[in-house]
C-alpha cells in the first residue's frame, strides 16, 4: 500500500509521497513515489504513483521514451493543456496493464496504478490531476483543493479541518507532513521517508524538494508539537454534567 497527496491553493501546489513499497514481519523495501518533470519556462510537473510499482515503472519508463523519440506522437511536452497529460498518462496505464492483464489474472494479483499529477504549463494556472487505473480523471474543486491516493482514510481529516484555497503553501506542506504521519501511524503498509515537493504559482522550474526520514529533525519536531498539542486540545474538552463540581 502507498499514501499520497496534493494539495492546492492559490500560491501553488503542495505533494507528499510516502515510500514503502511492501510491508511484512521480516520485509520491508522503500522506493521513491514521486517523480518531478522540468523544462524551465515552459513546464514543471509533478507525478505520484500508487498501486502495482511493476504498471508505475512502466508507465513512467513509457513516459521518458517518449520523451527522448522526437517521432512520438505525444509526449509531457506536446500537451497545451494539463488534462490532455492526464488523459496521456491514463492512457499509457491502460496499455500496459492491458498488456499483462493475463498473466495477472492468472497469479490473482492487481496490476492497477493511480497517479496524481500536478504542476504548472507556462500561461496556464496551477493544476492536480487524479488518474484512476481505468484511464479517466478528476481535478480538484474549491471545495476540497486536496487529492489522495492509497490509504487515504487516515490522513483526511486534517486535510478537511485546516486546507482551503487560501492557505499558505507552508502551512499546506505543514498539513501534508501531519496527514502522512497520522497514516504512517495507524497503517504498517505507509512508511518513511516522506518525500515532499512544493510547487510556487507562475514559477516554471524545479519545485523545492526534500526527504523527511524519521530521524530528520523537520519531521521529529512536527511529530512532536502535533502530538502534544493533540493532548493539549482534548484535555480542554467540556466535561460531562457528572464530572463537574457540585454548586454549593
Excluded at 501534508?176 to 504512517?184: G, P, Q, W
Excluded at 518525500?195 to 519545485?207: D, G, R, Y
Excluded at 512536527?222 to 498539542?229: A, I, L, R, S
Amino acid at each position: 500500500m502507498t499514501y499520497c497527496l496534493a494539495i492546492s491553493v492559490n500560491k501553488g501546489l503542495v505533494f507528499a509521497s510516502d515510500s514503502r513499497t511492501n510491508a511484512g514481519v521480516d520485509y520491508v523495501a522503500t522506493y521513491s513515489k514521486m517523480t518531478t518533470f522540468v523544462f524551465p519556462q515552459n513546464r514543471s510537473l509533478v507525478l505520484l504513483t500508487s498501486g502495482s510499482l511493476a504498471t508505475s515503472q512502466a508507465v513512467i519508463n513509457a513516459i521518458k521514451t517518449d520523451l527522448n523519440d522526437p517521432d512520438a506522437e505525444f509526449n509531457l511536452c506536446k500537451g497545451k493543456y494539463l488534462h490532455e497529460v492526464a488523459k496521456y498518462i491514463g492512457q499509457l496505464s491502460q496499455k500496459e496493464q492491458k498488456q499483462h492483464a493475463e498473466a495477472m489474472e492468472k497469479s490473482k494479483a492487481s496490476s492497477e496504478s493511480s497517479f496524481i499529477l500536478g504542476g504548472q504549463i507556462a500561461g496556464q494556472p496551477c493544476e492536480i490531476f487524479l488518474i484512476y487505473p481505468q484511464g479517466n480523471y478528476i481535478t480538484a474543486s474549491t471545495e476540497t483543493p486536496y487529492l489522495q491516493i492509497g490509504e487515504n482514510k487516515y490522513g483526511k481529516p486534517i486535510l478537511d479541518r485546516i486546507v482551503s484555497a487560501n492557505t499558505s503553501l507552508e502551512d499546506a506542506a505543514r498539513c501534508a507532513i501531519v496527514s502522512l504521519d497520522s497514516t504512517i501511524r495507524s497503517n504498517i503498509s505507509v512508511g518513511p521517508p516522506i518525500e515532499l515537493a512544493i510547487h510556487s504559482n507562475n514559477v516554471i522550474e524545479a519545485p523545492y524538494r526534500t526527504s523527511l526520514s524519521n530521524n530528520s529533525v523537520m519531521y521529529k519536531s512536527v511529530q512532536k508539537h502535533w502530538n502534544e498539542g493533540l493532548k493539549r486540545a482534548f484535555n480542554k474538552l467540556p466535561r460531562f454534567d457528572w464530572e463537574k463540581p457540585s454548586a454549593k
